[in-house]
């Protein structure tokens, strides 16, 4: 089998190219995003393999299939920029729900730990010398509340983590598992007791600017956000608004809402023109990585992995239950 890979990074070769040898499947490498303008490389492919900010709309399902391509290979969990119900019957989708749940919740309390400590000052600071320690007063994690909202695999590796630390910990999930040991309550409760607020849910209708100008109100005064899910899950908007005003002591971000135009690529030699972002970024209790959370040796092999299987499934007329 013959597929188009999207968005390509030198990182994802290697694993790609092992799994898909070993499956007699050849993946045709290109570094651009999928697009109304790219989508007839695709041509002659059995699929696609796509990432986060690909764009699978009904217009290109519409050439996906004219172009006699059959499947959609999602290398990643989310899938809120595939169009499911137009792709429905036209195409088999399938994703990669759990590559690594480790990687995320771990990078999560790196960002966390990172901010609270002033680690990244400090690294910049002694590289030039200052031994100073003005300014660099962080807070003792132990004792604090711990907001986490969505209880899936990452979450609850986050959840894990942060008891080790021996934070007080609740939670809130549309789909609560109440044998689980972990305390739930309401949105409106955790976002009023919680000192720290990490997000590990998918974006939905329901999740889409679930931080916004009137929920940060409800808030902590000081309160820390931590995003390692979809950036559009908080409106960045609102958060520069709630940071200026003091009410958000600090935010760390993997992900921002507007990401597809500027992630996993290099623009320190350009002008950024979105200023929201700029602004958050010249702030100094913001901390963004560029969707990096994943980024581990074990992740990509993980991923890889399943996609193939996927692949290979669809190939053989069977399921791997990853299917959408």
């Given amino acids: 089998m013959k597929f188009a890979f999207f968005d390509t990074k030198p990182y994802d070769i290697p694993s790609f190219e092992k799994?898909?040898?070993?499956?007699?499947?050849?993946?045709?490498?290109?570094?651009?995003?999928?697009?109304?303008?790219?989508v007839g490389l695709a041509r002659g492919c059995d699929g696609i393999c796509v990432f986060v900010n690909d764009t699978v709309n009904a217009e290109?399902?519409?050439?996906?299939?004219?172009l006699g391509v059959k499947m959609i290979a999602l290398r990643c969990a989310g899938y809120n920029n595939v169009d499911l119900e137009y792709a429905k019957n036209k195409l088999r989708i399938a994703r990669v729900p759990a590559y690594s749940p480790y990687a995320?919740?771990?990078?999560?309390?790196?960002?966390?730990?990172?901010?609270?400590?002033?680690?990244?000052?400090?690294?910049?600071?002694?590289?030039?010398?200052?031994f100073s320690l003005n300014g660099m007063t962080?807070?003792?994690?132990?004792?604090?509340?711990?907001g986490v909202v969505g209880t899936g695999k990452i979450g609850r590796v986050f959840i894990d983590i942060c008891r080790g630390f021996g934070m007080n910990v609740i939670a809130y999930d549309k789909f609560s598992d109440e044998n689980s040991g972990i305390e739930y309550v309401g949105l409106n409760e955790l976002f009023s007791r919680s000192d720290i607020i990490s997000f590990h849910c998918p974006l939905t209708e329901e999740t889409y600017h679930m931080i916004?100008?009137?929920?940060?109100?409800?808030?902590?005064?000081?309160?820390?956000?931590?995003?390692?899910?979809r950036g559009a899950i908080i409106d960045a908007e609102a958060l520069l608004e709630g940071i200026k005003s003091r009410k958000i002591g600090a935010a760390c971000l993997d992900v921002y809402e507007e990401e597809a135009d500027f992630f996993f690529n290099d623009?320190?030699?350009h002008i950024i023109d979105d200023d929201v972002l700029a602004r958050l970024i010249s702030m100094p209790n913001v901390i963004v990585t560029s969707h990096q959370a994943f980024l581990t040796d074990e992740a990509l092999?993980?991923?890889?992995?399943?996609?193939?299987?996927?692949?290979?499934?669809?190939r053989d007329g069977t399921t791997t239950g990853n299917e959408l």
Avoid: P
Wanted: aromatic fraction near 10%; charged fraction near 25%; include cysteine.
């Fill in 60 to 66: 290109i399902i519409d050439e996906l299939c004219s």
């Fill in 212 to 229: 916004n100008s009137e929920t940060i109100e409800q808030l902590k005064t000081g309160v820390v956000l931590l995003n390692t899910s």
């Fill in 138 to 146: 962080g807070f003792d994690l132990h004792g604090k509340t711990v």
């Fill in 19 to 38: 799994y898909g040898k070993e499956n007699d499947i050849t993946f045709k490498f290109y570094e651009t995003h999928l697009n109304e303008d790219t």
């Fill in 104 to 130: 995320v919740a771990e990078h999560t309390m790196a960002l966390l730990l990172t901010s609270v400590r002033r680690v990244h000052k400090a690294y910049i600071r002694t590289r030039d010398f200052n």
């Fill in 267 to 269: 623009f320190s030699g």
């Fill in 301 to 314: 092999d993980n991923i890889a992995e399943t996609t193939v299987q996927n692949i290979t499934a669809f």
